[in-house]
T-cell receptor
């Protein structure tokens, strides 16, 4: 098991609602990245936070937003949920954006109905 | 054309077989090539990574990169039922901030 924990593990929301997903980084890691993994697909990069600042963003609309806190834990917020937002949301933590040393959490399974 | 292409399978082999998993990519600027294993309902776990071209071996696993063909491979020797999982290839983007994944290949090893 990695030291990266995500909560909740499962979530069901209604279209149009808002959701907040949480990620606790591995000890000593100052970088958190979020990915969306639709069923049968590889993970897709949403954004990365390094020392509380957004450090890169993938091709996701502004209704996907994030935060990183001083203890380097992180939140992913999604507004105006759509059915296509149903996916496994993964966070990965690393030190100084070293992606070769990134560890993934177990993910949050979001279902939008 | 997607940046990283990977045949999703599924791939079924008997225990003890040699497994070959492959990806192609389109961006010649990629330098880091990763292989992850993902069990059902779990996050991806890094198996190994290679920088630039060449081979890398770790136990039963060997990763190969051919930059001239933009083709990477993962070989699993003496496959075990515990190897049954989805295998994802990934590359680090040019900005160094994102992993670009293939779709993943689902492998089933039967005893």
């Amino acid at each position: 098991e990695t030291g990266v924990t995500q909560s909740p593990t499962h979530l069901i929301k209604t279209r149009g609602q808002q959701v907040t997903l949480r990620c606790s980084s591995q000890s000593g890691h100052n970088t958190v990245s979020w990915y969306q993994q639709a069923l049968g697909q590889g993970p897709q990069f949403i954004f990365q936070y390094y020392r509380e600042e957004e450090n890169g963003r993938g091709n996701f609309p502004p209704r996907f937003s994030g935060l990183q806190f001083p203890n380097y834990s992180s939140e992913l917020n999604v507004n105006a949920l759509e059915l296509d937002d149903s996916a496994l949301y993964l966070c990965a933590s690393s030190f100084d954006s070293q992606l070769t040393e990134a560890f993934f959490g177990q993910g949050t399974r979001l279902t939008v109905v | 054309q997607k940046e990283v292409e990977q045949d999703p399978g599924p791939l079924s082999v008997p225990e003890g077989a040699i497994v070959s998993l492959n990806c192609t990519y389109s961006n010649s600027a990629f330098q880091y090539f990763m292989w992850y294993r993902q069990y059902s309902r779990k996050g991806p776990e890094l198996l190994m990574y290679t920088y630039s071209s060449g081979n890398k071996e770790d136990g039963r696993f060997t990763a190969q990169v051919d930059k001239s063909s933009k083709y990477i491979s993962l070989f699993i020797r003496d496959s075990q039922p515990s190897d049954s999982a989805t295998y994802l290839c990934a590359m680090i983007d040019q900005a160094g901030t994102a992993l670009i994944f293939g779709k993943g290949t689902t492998l089933s090893v039967s005893s």
